[in-house]
C-alpha cells in the first residue's frame, strides 16, 4: 500500500466496528456489522454502494462518478488524483458508516417524536491528522 491507503485504512480502522478484508475483485473491503461500506483499487479509486437515489444525488452534486464499470446502479466511484483527495473519499465512507449503522438508532421526528430503533456506536469524526472533525 501507499501513503494514500495506509491513511484511508488508518481513519477508517478507528471507526467503531470497522473491519478490513479483501476485496473480491481486488483491493481492500470495509465493512460495518457485516456489511459493506465500499472498497479501494489501490490508491486511484474507491467504489461505494449506495441506494440508487443517493448515487444519483451524489453524482449530480459532483461528490461521485458513476461507477465504472455499472454506472445504472447505485454504486458510485470516487477517483483519487493524489494526497488531497483522501477528505473527499473519507466524507463519502462516512456517509455509508452513518446510513449503515443508523438501522435500529432512535431518531427524532420535526415534532419532537421518537422513533423508534435500536441504538449504535457513535459516528466518526476525522483525526486532526486528515483535517478538521466532520
Known sequence: ???ISD???QELL???GVTVHDHRFGGIEFRINGREMGHLHGD???DLPFPKDVGKKLIAEGKASPHHFIPRSGWI???IKGIDDI???IELFQMQYERLT???KKKVNNNNE???KSNLTSSPTTTASLGEPM
Request: glycine share 8%; net charge neutral.
Open 44 to 46: 486511484k479509486l474507491a
Open 77 to 79: 466511484s470516487y477517483y
Open 87 to 89: 477528505q473527499g473519499a
Open 1 to 3: 500500500m501507499s501513503e
Open 7 to 9: 491513511k484511508l485504512q
Open 114 to 116: 421518537t422513533l423508534e
Open 102 to 104: 443508523s438501522y435500529g
Open 14 to 16: 478507528s471507526w467503531p
